[in-house]
């Protein structure tokens, strides 16, 4: 299915909300996606361009997998096996990604939203960065993109990255910015594997992606992508980039930042502009979700894992709740350190046991009040590499205190039960009138 298609789908359902009220994209497109987050919206008369905008289309692990057509509980599934068994991409000799060709690109005509007050200018928060290493291959990551020009922006390259090795070794990097991507794009951009491995492959492991090449960089975009804008990032060009919300939902600071210099941009006839609102669902979704199978096979390596979240609550990035089958009483530690291992920029990882739901914060926090002990449950791993998205890390070097929380039940109990009790099921129709059943579940 394509992303088009999927918007036709969500039409039809009527799960899609039209504005066609004229709509700017200074700051109001992002107040109205908030407002109405996770339902997805499309904005038919954007005031400053010509081109409609989308966003909030995969807010829920529910959404990413109706479009891909499984479970929610086969995610980790498919997106571990897209990465174990990559596939290359077919290519074609031409797209609708290139329907249209602007030789003399102009940013101020696309809808490049403003989000927040503070911001430090319009961002491309979707953008989808493809570049290419004459001996690492082609790299695919997400970089935020503020605009300062009408052909310029500020690329947010963290440190030590794939990307990051590109730039330091090359100096100035050609590459393509894809927007108005699917959700097997969006995910395997977010995947950290080793260089080398183009993240496309994963993609097309989770459902068939056709590439083109590009009109005037040497890497290949995913053809129905709706917007590609092509240009060079420059190491030694630095230009101020923030700030900007991040998954935290704090504003990043301010950084002298890489310049990306836009020299042709294609798109299509139609072309749909997506919206990422930063910080927020579909943000911490496509950032967390695919941290999940890389902590979940680490985890496995050494207990038997039944499944992982990477929780919202965490800012889909620094928590981690784990739950196993524990056979032996050090389980739960051996699953903290593998998590760790998994996920290096994770903070705090929470292990539970099969009997609790690690979708329900309220579940996990009762594990926490009844099986945990800190003197004997808790490991503290002291100042290690965390997380730039974390504000309470150290400032330049980013060294956090790490702990795990071991939440699993002793295998034998040596006072009270640790299991919950069932209340007995019961027909409340044998008892009650319909409206006082519908009550009863308020």
Not at 110 to 123: A, K
Not at 295 to 322: F, M, Q, T
Request: with cysteine; hydrophobic share 40%; glycine share 6%.
């Amino acid at each position: 299915m394509s992303l088009r298609d999927y918007i036709r789908k969500l039409d039809a359902q009527g799960k899609l909300a039209h504005v066609s009220a004229p709509i700017s994209k200074n700051y109001e497109i992002a107040g109205v996606l908030k407002k109405l987050e996770p339902r997805p919206v499309l904005f038919e008369h954007v005031v400053e361009s010509s081109f409609p905008v989308i966003g909030n289309l995969f807010c829920t692990k529910a959404s990413f997998a109706d479009y891909l057509g499984i479970q929610v509980s086969q995610i980790i599934p498919a997106l571990a096996n897209a990465i174990d068994h990559r596939s290359a991409c077919q290519k074609v000799a031409a797209g609708p990604c290139q329907e249209v060709v602007m030789e003399m690109p102009d940013l101020d005509q696309l809808p490049i939203l403003r989000h927040c007050v503070n911001d430090g200018g319009n961002y491309v928060s979707s953008g989808v960065v493809i570049a290419h290493h004459p001996a690492l291959g082609q790299n695919v990551d997400f970089h935020r993109l503020m605009q300062f020009s009408r052909t310029e922006m500020a690329a947010r390259v963290v440190a030590r990255r794939h990307f990051d090795a590109y730039l330091k070794d090359l100096q100035q990097v050609d590459v393509a910015v894809c927007i108005g991507n699917p959700p097997s794009v969006l995910a395997a951009a977010a995947t950290s594997v080793a260089y080398g491995i183009d993240e496309l492959e994963i993609a097309n492991a989770l459902e068939p992606l056709e590439v083109v090449h590009a009109r005037s960089v040497d890497v290949l975009v995913p053809a129905q992508s709706e917007f590609v804008l092509e240009g060079t990032v420059y190491f030694n060009r630095r230009h101020a980039e923030g700030p900007f919300v991040d998954l935290t939902e704090t504003q990043d600071v301010v950084r002298e930042e890489p310049v990306f210099v836009v020299r042709v941009i294609t798109h299509r006839k139609d072309a749909i502009w997506q919206a990422l609102l930063p910080g927020m669902s579909e943000h911490k979704l496509l950032m967390g979700m695919p941290r999940e199978p890389t902590i979940y096979r680490k985890v496995n390596e050494v207990v038997r894992c039944l499944d992982v979240n990477v929780a919202p609550g965490g800012c889909s990035w620094l928590h981690a709740i784990v739950q196993i089958d524990k056979q032996n009483e050090d389980d739960g530690m051996k699953a903290i350190q593998a998590a760790f291992a998994g996920h290096t920029s994770c903070k705090h990882v929470f292990v539970v046991d099969r009997d609790i739901d690690i979708y329900n914060p309220q579940e996990v926090e009762w594990a926490m009040a009844t099986r945990f002990q800190g003197d004997t449950r808790m490991l503290i791993k002291d100042k290690e590499p965390g997380s730039s998205l974390d504000p309470s890390a150290e400032p330049g070097t980013h060294l956090t205190t790490k702990i795990g929380f071991d939440l699993t039940k002793p295998l034998a109990a040596s006072g009270k039960t640790f299991d919950r009790a069932a209340f007995p099921e019961v027909d409340l129709s044998r008892f009650l009138e319909k409206e006082e059943q519908r009550g009863s579940h308020k």
